[in-house]
């Protein structure tokens, strides 16, 4: 069995193509950044590091080869003799690689499964309206299922030019959950997969809940001066922010898809055990970056909080944390530079509107400026947060 | 990650609360943690080896220093490196370099004759401090010449700082990796509380000094005490690496800054966080 991964990133290396060669497929991974592919060549492995706590765990991930997706022929060729296809080059990205994919889903005799592991909610989708496009009068009728991914991996360790493998650092966590509505049967097996059918509530369980206190955690901690996620959720007022978001997340599911879908507090307890593994050194920067991204209607902040609202639930803490995003200013990170910007320049409400595509009248919107313009209020520039409970700053 | 704390041996309840927490953190997350007690050892100089990605310098003693000096000449990575804890300690050289860099000190003087420092008292008194000295061990207000007669013959130069009242108050300014806090204390200090002071809102007049400084220094770890009033501030000392008391959340703000620092040390990245002049809001 083959398996064709677009992307050389940390969910294309550090998930899919771990789960894939453990399930028995030879995986050829499609990527743009020539070091990285030429180094995958190279050394033909890669290492997969599992950390919590107690243990670090090397998991070596070999037999693979990699091509550049400069090459669209062979690229094209390696998809067509695929047995799966997976894509994980950030949703940004997914319309650059779609003529890839279509190209190499023409030269096929039968049908295939695209798995896009996107972290976005209606990836599959997305990319199959992109792919479809390329491809015209082809048979098109492939399989399309956005994947919702556990796992975090934190980071990627290793320079490409030199010759010791790339480590990518992960925890422990293998589910992912593929749309089985929207692909062909029969799939393959896969360690990990998990296919439902109610596969946008599993996306809005992760973004809800995880995402949703993942965020919290990291734009609180950016306003306290913490760098690291388990630095964060170690400060008592972060920590209940965290999990008082979650559980805002998790009304709001429980009201649309019940509370078998929606999770416990015992699932929130869990999520925040993750969010402690200080082996992952999972940077505030890295979890928070993008926050014109995350502050998206349907995304980790907004999404829920509307979700809650529509349910009659206030979401204070998420709109505490939708606030703490627009102060979120590290140094590499032009979508915060850029919201920055529009903040100073136009106002937090026109500001917070425009990233969220919501209307200037929204009153959640309003309500996570009001939160903004009271933090704003007291807060001398260059400054942490001290006690968001007195609101007093260093 | 491994970490070693240069520390002066304390019985276990004399030992500050937040280098208590900072040790446990930093081993909770996964550090192996040594302390390193170098008044307890016979040093080979032949045979100091780099053990650890990073060391602290907590120790303020001469041993503890020359320890450091050991350490740094060996290549290891310290936080508080060897040259800058060497310099802060000496408050001749240190006064020296704020007041190059533009950091309000106190009109200050070095002799080695006391008796020369007759015709400064006229302006006000003198606090004359070992000039190797730590906290306020060894210091003599001088008022009057004849107060000069008192002052204990010593080996060195005679440092002088003309005294600034602190008016029952101190603050002291804390920078952890760049990021500054305050706080403000009575003086003299008679209980922990009183040690632990109130954190406040420092006012952009010390922000720039704590930068002027971090940049003079090249550390981004330190305290400094700052006398008068919001106004006229005087820097009249400069710890390197002290125990940040008082700082909200301090332990778990002093741990992530050195996680962080260890972590860049494993990699080969810079020491300070922020390289260069100024970080960014």
């Known amino acids: 069995m083959k398996a064709v991964v677009i992307g050389t990133g940390r969910i294309a290396c550090g998930v899919a193509g771990q789960l894939l060669r453990d399930s028995g497929f030879d995986v050829v991974f499609v990527g743009r950044n020539a070091d990285v592919v030429n180094h995958l060549n190279r050394l033909g492995r890669y290492i997969v590091r599992i950390v919590d706590s107690r243990k670090s765990v090397d998991h070596e991930v070999s037999g693979i ?93 290793g320079d490409p030019l030199l010759d010791e493998p790339l480590v990518f650092v992960a925890d422990e966590s293998k589910t992912f959950y593929v749309d089985g509505t929207s692909l062909l049967s029969p799939l393959p097996a896969i360690e990990g997969m998990v296919i439902t059918t109610h596969h946008q509530a599993m996306v809005e369980r992760k973004l809800y809940t995880f995402s949703a206190g993942h965020a919290t955690a990291a734009y609180l901690g950016f306003l306290k001066g913490y760098h690291y996620i388990h630095t964060a959720v170690r400060d008592p007022e972060v920590r209940e922010a965290v999990l008082s978001a979650m559980r805002e997340g998790q009304e709001a599911l429980a009201a649309r898809y019940g509370r078998e879908i929606a999770g416990d507090e015992h699932d929130l307890q869990e999520i925040l055990k993750r969010f402690q593994n200080a082996a992952l050194s999972d940077s505030i ?35 505490l944390a939708v606030a703490a995003a627009m102060f979120f200013a590290p140094r590499a990170d032009a979508s915060a530079a850029e919201l920055r910007k529009s903040i100073h320049s136009d106002g937090p ?12 009248n929204d009153t959640l919107a309003a309500s996570a400026v009001r939160a903004y313009c009271r933090l704003e209020k007291g807060k001398p520039e260059k400054s942490q947060l001290l006690s968001l409970d007195r609101l007093l700053w260093s | ?75 290891a990575t310290i936080l508080n490196p060897y040259p800058v804890s060497s310099r802060v300690r000496d408050k001749i050289a240190l006064t020296a370099l704020l007041q190059a860099a533009g950091v309000p000190t106190p009109e200050a003087f ?70 500054i806090f305050g706080v403000k204390r009575a003086w003299p200090v008679r209980n922990y509380r009183e040690k632990h002071g109130d954190a406040f809102t420092v006012p952009k007049m010390l922000r720039d000094i704590t930068e002027r400084c971090a940049d003079a220094l090249g550390i981004d770890a330190f305290s400094l005490d700052v006398l008068g009033d919001d106004d006229n501030p005087y820097v009249v000392d400069v710890k390197s690496f002290p125990t940040f008391t008082g700082v909200p959340d301090a332990a778990l703000r002093v741990a992530d800054y050195i996680y962080g620092a260890a972590l860049r040390a494993l990699t080969g990245e810079p020491r300070l966080a922020i390289a260069g002049k100024r970080r960014s809001s």
């Open chain 1, 285 to 319: 920067e890295r979890v928070g970056q993008d926050p014109k991204r995350k502050l998206g209607s349907e995304d980790r902040l907004m999404g829920p909080a509307r979700l809650a609202r529509k349910n009659g639930l206030k979401p204070e803490k998420l709109m």
């Open chain 1, 65 to 157: 080869r990699a091509v550049n997706i400069s090459d669209g022929e062979t690229a094209a060729m390696e998809i067509a003799a695929a047995d799966i296809v997976v894509t994980s080059v950030g949703v940004k990205n997914l319309l650059d690689i779609a003529p890839v994919v279509a190209g190499g889903l023409a030269f096929r005799r039968h049908r295939a499964n695209v798995l896009a592991f996107e972290n976005f909610g209606s990836s599959g989708d997305m990319l199959q309206l992109f792919a479809q496009r390329c491809l015209q009068n082809s048979n098109n009728a492939h399989g399309f299922s956005g994947a919702v991914v556990t796992r975090v991996v934190a980071r990627r360790e």
């Open chain 1, 349 to 360: 409400a026109a500001a917070l509107c425009r990233a969220a595509g919501v209307d200037p």
């Open chain 2, 110 to 179: 070095i002799t080695a004759d006391v008796g020369s420092l007759a015709p400064m008292l006229e302006r006000g008194p003198l606090a004359l401090k070992p000039y190797r000295g730590t906290g306020s061990r060894g210091v003599h207000v001088v008022w009057d010449p004849e107060d000069l007669d008192d002052v204990p013959t010593t080996q060195g130069p005679i440092f002088a700082q003309r005294l600034v009242d602190r008016r029952g108050s101190e603050s002291k300014i804390y920078c952890i990796g760049g990021q």
């Open chain 2, 1 to 75: 990650m491994k970490i070693a704390f240069v520390m002066l041996r304390y019985a276990e309840t004399l030992r500050s609360p937040v280098t208590t927490d900072v040790l446990r953190l930093l081993s909770e997350w996964g550090a192996d943690v040594d302390i390193i007690f170098p008044e307890d050892e016979l040093v080979s100089l032949a045979e100091v080896e780099v053990r650890h990605d990073l060391y602290v310098l907590k120790s303020r003693t001469e041993m503890g220093l020359a320890y450091a000096g050991v350490l740094h000449a060996a290549g």
